[in-house]
């Protein structure tokens, strides 16, 4: 054990650090519109081999050799500059890791470029309303009719559908085959007559999901990643990195510091509640939860730079379960700290994912329910331990 | 950065788990459990043949020289065995006089500490109920201790106390000093049994940098107890999981049950992401002083809470079985209890954790 990262590492952090005083823009820059910004100071992470590492420079990416050390350090210190960096949309947090490890060449020099320059921009289409942990199962279909695949059906629960030019999604395309060999990734654009969107609005109020309905709507038929009928282990590659996204415990530290911060000013019956010997319990319980998220990440992290990921594929496999419980717990204090301040409902705004004012709290912890359904629920996650983890039986299962 | 073992210490663990399978199975185990003698000298001796008594002890003066976290890594397994025995104790005092005695008191006891000739205890709870509660700890007066201590683990079996003073420092007390008076308790552990120590003028030696030796110990107390919790815990999931594929209700095996195939992925995931935490904080000891005390005191609070509900739930997993002495459940369960409580309970090192963060 040895927890030092090493002098190579520790220049490369401080070079890192020296380019991160470039952000926020300065100048003639810093009066471009925010998102214009973004792109930007990506593109300079990308010439400096900081952002995009592992995307060849064909495609638009940095080009550097693969590196979990390096990765981290970068997570760290954009994390630490709030800079743009690698985007989480789904784009490129998503689709582009799928396309390059199974894309056409023609669909790479295509889709990746301007993705990944944020000039393309992607939503998913997965889920149905008949289908959501037994995604499988999905009824929306694709006919090949000539030169096109012809769409019909409804998607759920499809973020930014509204702003999307494109979106990636499963479709049925062979109604003879067994539930898992009929289904097609198909590559779909969103600015077209057939197609038809609504907001979803959640339990919060806000609407960042969206339905999109297909009504004979077209994609051209090269528009296919994989081979007919290879949709669903297609898909399997995506999902992996959306599992990465939503187990990232350096969101977990932060939000814990958050907390800390919140309690720091919060009063508990008129009394600081910092010097509430419940609330200070509380607090130190849900760090025993946030240090295991941590030391939890530190030990797959380091696995993995040595290529032992096979020792760690249980907490692997228990991160996106315990963490999304992690999250709830620690919304559900700071809830707790506003008292009656409480009861008072609110609009989302974006500015809540930073701030610690009553509305921020009540939305972030009503959105902290989230978590634990989107990307395989708490509850298939558990299944999938108990069977693949612990080698218990599998569910007696019907006959499909 | 490597955050996890290396060949030596998987090898370390991996030793002492098939000597704790070959030397003392479960029938064995009920049989010391049964007899309510804990302290098996023939486990001891094969213990010393593989040389951990010495383990904390430096290789000048016989021992393996190793630190915080190696003696963690044994005590999982301990706890995954459930072994009978003052191991874990005897290292903690050893870690004591190592890091509080001067030259001449290091030569003198710890070779003997080392090969496992006699064996050592510590005595670090006085009659306050609390690990930080000075004011109820024995007073040493010259050399003349006075006081009792309690909750002393393996207070019959040890030749050799390492005693928490009122002052805050350490000294040592011999079995046979004259005014010791050992009155066994009768513990909920009997994998570990408990004793009070009544001194009254009792010859005892004064470690020379104790108070700083009091922090060391006290917080590798908290990694070994957090990682014999964690031992004890996954042994308790291995074996509800074995007993939930075998046990037919309903026509089928229990664990084709979803509530009860959830139930066990809740458990395991609970106490296999610990692992982290009870390894940091034992790093931490060796090598990152600033974080040890509550880090230390996290990974208590945390694992031993843990492991307990594990117990709980395992115990419910095997029916009216759990419930019975016969089964085996409750050895890992009270083993688990006494790992929460010995040293402070949760509240309490939730309590220094808050303090110690900052809060």
């Given at each position: 054990m040895d927890l030092r990262y090493g002098p190579e590492y520790e220049v490369f952090r401080r070079e890192l650090r020296e380019f991160l005083t470039g952000w926020p823009l300065s100048g003639d820059e810093a009066a471009l519109p925010q998102a214009e910004q973004e792109r930007i100071f990506r593109g300079r992470g990308i010439d400096a081999g900081?952002?995009?590492?592992?995307?060849?420079e064909a495609y638009g990416g940095s080009g550097q050799p693969s590196d979990p050390l390096r990765d981290r350090i970068l997570q760290e210190e954009y994390g630490r500059a709030g800079a743009p960096g690698?985007?989480?949309?789904?784009?490129?947090?998503m689709l582009v890791p799928t396309l390059l490890e199974l894309g056409s060449e023609q669909q790479k020099q295509r889709f990746i470029p301007p993705t990944l320059r944020g000039e393309m921009s992607w939503c998913q289409g997965y889920s149905e309303p008949g289908s959501g942990?037994?995604?499988?199962?999905?009824?929306a279909s694709a006919r090949l009719e000539g030169d096109d695949w012809v769409l019909n059906g409804q998607k759920v629960w499809t973020s930014n559908a509204d702003s999307a030019d494109w979106m990636f999604g499963l479709f049925?395309?062979?109604?003879?085959?067994s539930k898992h060999a009929g289904i097609s990734y198909l590559l779909i654009p969103m600015k077209q007559e057939g197609i038809r969107v609504r907001p979803l609005r959640q339990l919060s109020g806000a609407a960042e999901f969206f339905e999109v309905f297909f009504d004979d709507a077209r994609t051209p038929a090269e528009n296919i990643v994989g081979q007919r009928g290879e949709g669903w282990q297609v898909s399997r590659s995506t999902l992996k990195h959306e599992r990465n996204l939503i187990g990232n415990p350096r969101m977990i530290s932060d939000q814990f510091d958050r907390l800390l911060a919140l309690a720091r000013e919060a009063q508990v019956g008129g009394r600081p509640a910092l010097s509430d010997a419940g609330v200070r319990r509380r607090l130190a319980e849900i760090e025993g939860f946030v240090r295991a998220c941590e030391t939890s990440n530190l030990r797959i992290l380091s696995a993995s730079i040595r290529g032992e990921e096979m020792q760690v594929m249980l907490p692997m496999m228990m991160t996106k379960l315990y963490s999304t419980d992690v999250t709830q717990m620690i919304w559900k204090l700071a809830y707790d700290l506003l008292g009656t301040a409480g009861l008072t409902d609110c609009e989302w705004a974006p500015n809540y994912a930073r701030d610690s004012t009553p509305p921020a709290v009540v939305q972030n912890y009503l959105f902290s329910l989230g978590p634990a359904i989107a990307g395989g629920a708490s509850n298939i996650q558990r299944n999938i331990i108990g069977e693949r983890g612990l080698g218990l039986p599998r569910d007696p299962r019907p006959p499909s | 950065m490597h955050f996890g073992l290396s060949e030596e210490q998987a090898l370390l663990q991996e030793t002492l788990r098939g000597f704790i399978e070959a030397e003392c199975p479960p029938t064995r185990l009920r049989e010391i459990f049964d007899e309510g003698a804990a302290h098996d000298s023939a486990l001891w001796k094969g213990l010393a043949e593989i040389g951990l008594p010495g383990l904390c002890v430096p290789e000048s003066e016989g021992g393996a020289g190793l630190g915080a976290l190696e003696l963690a890594l044994c005590c999982e397994e301990l706890g995954a065995g459930a072994l009978p025995g003052p191991l874990l104790f005897h290292g903690l005092a050893t870690l004591a006089l190592r890091e509080g005695g001067a030259a001449a008191q290091r030569e003198r006891w710890l070779p003997a500490l080392a090969s496992g000739e006699r064996v050592a205890s510590i005595a670090l709870e006085g009659v306050g109920g609390s690990i930080d509660d000075a004011a109820g700890r024995p007073a040493l007066d010259a050399a003349a201790l006075t006081g009792v201590a309690r909750h002393v683990p393996f207070a019959e079996v040890a030749d050799l106390f390492v005693v928490a003073l009122m002052d805050g420092g350490l000294a040592v007390v011999e079995r046979?000093?004259?005014g010791l008076v050992v009155e066994a308790e009768s513990g909920i552990d009997r994998t570990r049994p408990l004793g009070t120590l009544h001194f009254d003028a009792t010859p005892a030696e004064r470690l020379e940098t104790g108070a700083e030796a009091f922090d060391v110990v006290r917080d590798a107390a908290l990694c070994a107890l957090a990682a014999d919790a964690f031992g004890a815990a996954w042994a308790l999931v291995r074996m509800t999981v074995e007993y939930a594929k075998t046990r037919q209700q309903f026509g089928r095996p229990i664990a084709e049950f979803q509530s009860v195939k959830h139930q066990l992925a809740d458990m395991a995931t609970a106490i296999e992401l610990s692992r982290g935490l009870y390894w940091y904080a034992a790093y931490a000891c060796d090598h990152i002083k600033a974080e040890a005390s509550q880090q230390a005191a996290l990974a208590k609070a945390h694992i031993g809470d843990q492991a307990v509900e594990i117990a709980r739930q395992a115990v419910e997993l095997h029916g009216?079985?759990?419930?019975?002495?016969?089964?085996?459940v409750q050895i890992w369960f009270k083993r688990a209890l006494f790992d929460r409580a010995f040293l402070g309970t949760p509240d309490e090192h939730r309590d220094r954790a808050a303090a110690l963060g900052g809060y």
């Open positions: 900081y952002v995009y590492r592992e995307t060849p690698n985007s989480l949309f789904q784009g490129p947090a942990s037994d995604l499988a199962s999905l009824q049925r395309s062979e109604p003879e085959a | 046979d000093a004259q009216g079985l759990g419930f019975t002495w016969e089964c085996d």
